[in-house]
């Protein structure tokens, strides 16, 4: 029973290319999560997704960020023209979200460098 | 605006034992509370939750308290153990919300 899984698990860029992180929700999950934490902070939101639906992308920045969950295939999260800034762990998790709780497992995540 | 915090930074115990985290939270929107453990280049590890209707969960070594009255929880870990050394989170969520806001992490050393 695998877990989160995310790739590449480092990423190095330099200022102005893009970023692609992929995500793949533990097996009969249905709902992605995107957080991600600046070197000496805690995780923060980024967004909810479900298989082709944005569900809440009130964390993410308006401009270069997007995120898809496709019907088939891993989440991605996309970051366009990077800079400096974006450097930072980026962590995915899932969960069923059946009912009652809101238990999310995360994936070890990709900590991307811009150079 | 930090909704969740966990004010201590670190805290150092003995092995054998209690740990005590904290977090206090400003949201009363809030329902589900939820305690991650992260080891360094590693993800959150789940660890334990609550939900405002209760006021303790326990499970093994690992209790949670919540006082809503106070905007407060804390998570307790007995006996402590070296190998729970490790960052500590605490992170709540709202009904209607996907989306968990974490404290900014306690760091847990236990020394053997």
């Known amino acids: 029973n695998a877990g989160v899984m995310q790739n590449p698990r480092h990423l190095v860029r330099r200022r102005g290319q893009e970023a692609r992180l992929r995500c793949s929700p533990m097996?009969?999950?249905?709902?992605v999560y995107w957080y991600r934490q600046l070197p000496e902070e805690g995780l923060k939101f980024m967004v909810y997704l479900q298989k082709e639906n944005i569900i809440d992308e009130s964390g993410m920045p308006k401009e270069r960020f997007s995120a898809e969950f496709p019907k088939e295939g891993p989440s991605i999260l996309r970051i366009q023209q990077v800079v400096r800034g974006d450097s930072a762990a980026y962590f995915c998790?899932?969960?069923?979200?059946?009912?009652?709780?809101?238990?999310?497992?995360f994936g070890p995540g990709t900590r991307l460098t811009v150079l | 605006d930090q909704q969740v915090k966990q004010n201590s930074p670190s805290l150092s115990v003995q092995e054998g034992r209690i740990s005590i985290l904290n977090c206090d939270y400003t949201?009363?929107?809030?329902?589900?509370f939820l305690w991650y453990k992260k080891y360094p280049a590693e993800g959150p590890t789940f660890l334990i939750s609550i939900s405002s209707i209760k006021d303790k969960n326990e499970d093994g070594r690992f209790t949670v308290f919540l006082n809503k009255s106070a905007k407060h929880l804390s998570l307790h870990i007995v006996p402590s153990q070296p190998g729970d050394s490790a960052v500590y989170f605490c992170?709540?969520?709202?009904?209607?919300?996907?989306?968990?806001?974490f404290g900014q992490g306690t760091i847990l050393t236990v020394h053997p």
């Open positions: 998790a899932s969960s069923p979200r059946t009912s009652g709780g809101n238990e999310q497992f």
């Open positions: 949201n009363s929107m809030f329902d589900y």
């Open positions: 097996k009969g999950h249905s709902h």
């Open positions: 992170a709540a969520s709202a009904p209607g919300y996907g989306k968990l806001t």
